[in-house]
């Protein structure tokens, strides 16, 4: 069983086998459903992205 991206709702895909590319797919498709992840994910890069600009010296 995997969660999928409405809450809380199960998927029964025990007999049915499904490809890596396939749930890494299906992975992609439920995070660019989560708007709330896609800005944490976000802000994360430009925080990172900030302190690395620090360590250069000018």
Request: proline share 3%; charged share 45%; glycine share 2%.
């Amino acid at each position: 069983m995997e969660i999928l991206p409405i809450k809380g709702e199960i998927s029964m895909r025990k007999h049915k086998s499904i490809s890596f590319e396939e749930r890494v797919k299906e992975n992609i498709r439920s995070i660019k459903a989560d708007q709330k992840l896609l800005d944490q994910i976000d802000e994360r890069i430009e925080k990172r992205h900030n302190e690395r600009m620090k360590q250069i010296p000018s």
